[in-house]
């Protein structure tokens, strides 16, 4: 009887036991966490912090890009203007004052494929002055350190036996030398080869941080170039293309060809309308 009870006391023992190491499990998991996995969260927290404060820094830059790139096309768009007001033979080169009166409003100009936002500015009595199109880069954006250099379609439909003016606007970003004034472009559309003459230059010295004397200082860039008379219907139609300016090359992409196209079908509609 004794060895009986010795048993069964030993089975309530283990009983218990198991019980306890039970309750001593669930209460470490919920109440007391592992030291390896409450360091790999602080960790996490800390590189989250990190990816925040860069994304804010990011974010700020990012504005400030969009801020320059929006003052540069006003002023290119400017000095299209001024010159669009001035006479056939010396309108690109001596513009005349701008009027305050012109309104300027975004339009959608559909082409094959595409729409193209274009935008248009009038003169006090309604007439079109210049029509641009949004800037596109040269190159895809790909990589960490895409190229930062962008182009710009405008132009001024024929008035009162002025030819009809197109401008390209090539806005380079943080580039080690500016091209020269005297620099001209070569477009190659399929084999047809023009000459584009800059008209506009404007360039801007960017501002160090610290000590970065041993580092050329870099410039931002905004040139005009004058397209010669017959290259955008040729560019609007062409499935291959490609601009050269001193270091500068690059080919036409089919966002940028469709928006050549677009703007060629709206100043064609424009010197149509009385």
Request: no cysteine.
């Amino acid at each position: 009887m004794q060895s009986v009870r010795r048993g069964r006391k030993g089975e309530g023992r283990r009983r218990i036991l198991a019980v306890l190491g039970v309750i001593a499990t669930v209460a470490v998991g919920i109440g007391l966490p592992d030291p390896a996995v409450a360091q790999s969260a602080a960790t996490l927290d800390e590189k989250n912090e990190q990816l925040r404060a860069e994304n804010e820094q990011l974010r700020g830059e990012l504005d400030a890009l969009r801020k320059k790139a929006a003052g540069a096309s006003a002023e290119a768009t400017v000095a299209a203007e001024e010159a669009a007001s001035g006479t056939a033979g010396d309108a690109a080169i001596a513009p005349s004052p701008r009027q305050s009166s012109s309104s300027t409003a975004v339009v959608p100009e559909y082409v094959p494929m595409n729409r193209v936002s274009l935008t248009v500015s009038t003169d006090e009595a309604g007439a079109v002055k210049v029509i641009g199109t949004p800037w596109y880069r040269t190159v895809p954006s790909t990589g960490l350190l895409p190229r930062r250099e962008f182009i710009q379609f405008r132009g001024a439909p024929a008035r009162g036996g002025r030819p009809e003016q197109i401008w390209m606007s090539l806005n380079r970003q943080g580039v080690p030398a500016p091209l020269g004034a005297d620099t001209s472009g070569q477009l190659q559309i399929g084999a047809w080869t023009g000459e584009a003459v800059v008209v506009d230059q404007e360039t801007s010295r960017r501002r160090r941080l610290g000590r970065q004397s041993a580092v050329p200082p870099r410039r931002d860039e905004n040139t005009v170039f004058a397209f010669p008379a017959g290259a955008l219907a040729k560019l609007a139609l062409s499935d291959r293309a490609s601009f050269d300016a001193g270091p500068v090359h690059f080919e036409f992409t089919d966002e940028t060809i469709a928006a050549a196209s677009a703007l060629a079908a709206r100043l064609a509609r424009e010197q149509q309308s009385p």
